[in-house]
């Protein structure tokens, strides 16, 4: 019988499945300001990520 995941291999495939989605709303968005906001929410996802290396890696 295969173990349950620990509550820190959870919450480190939720954080990775939200920061690949807002990854790809970053990439689609049209302005600035909207990529910008997606930014914010990416750093609120995970706070060790500083805002230039998320942006440096999406592009």
């Not at 820190?8 to 910008?36: M, P, S, V």
């Amino acid at each position: 019988m295969s173990q349950p995941r620990t509550t820190e291999q959870k919450i480190r495939q939720r954080r990775k499945h939200k920061l690949a989605q807002l990854r790809g709303k970053y990439r689609n968005a049209k302005t600035e300001n909207a990529k910008h906001t997606i930014l914010e929410k990416a750093i609120k996802v995970s706070p060790s990520l500083v805002k230039a290396e998320i942006e440096k890696s999406w592009k």
